[in-house]
């Protein structure tokens, strides 16, 4: 197996983002449930406002998530052909939840009765908390 080989080669931890997570368990790696929190951010009286995205607003999104991951550690660098490819963000295909504003973005997706889950945001690491109270 592949991690068989990993280990062979003293690499002592791998990350795997899959969609697919019974796939690569037959590979040797286990999920590891993220957290998930419920509830509303407290209401900001400074949040930036935010606005449904457009294919103009793309290159705002794309820098912001540059600015966002700059520093972290496990973070994708997203070339042309991830973005348009893998997540399929065109101009003339933009997400129905992805909002934009001058502090970065917040991309939601609505499930069936209505409620938001965050698949993304971007932007000043500072200005996180304000687009999240922004985008409910």
């Known amino acids: 197996a ?24 037959r590979l040797g790696w286990e999920v590891w449930p993220l957290p998930h929190l419920t509830g509303r951010p407290l209401p900001a009286p400074d949040a930036p ?17 540059a600015r966002y991951n700059d520093r972290r550690p496990i973070a994708a660098e997203r070339t042309d ?17 992805l909002l934009v504003g001058d502090a970065g973005y917040v991309h939601l997706t609505f499930g069936r009765e209505g409620d938001a889950h965050l698949r993304e945001v971007g932007g ?13």
């Open 49 to 65: 406002a935010l606005r449904p995205a457009t294919g103009d607003d793309l290159p705002v999104v794309r820098d912001a998530f």
């Open 81 to 97: 052909a991830y973005w348009s490819r893998w997540l399929a963000v065109t101009p003339e295909s933009v997400p129905q939840g």
């Open 124 to 136: 000043e690491p500072a200005a996180v908390p304000d687009l999240l109270a922004a985008a409910v």
């Open 2 to 25: 592949l991690t068989a080989r990993m280990d062979d080669a003293g690499i002592d931890f791998s990350l795997l983002g899959t969609g697919i997570p019974a796939f690569y368990a």
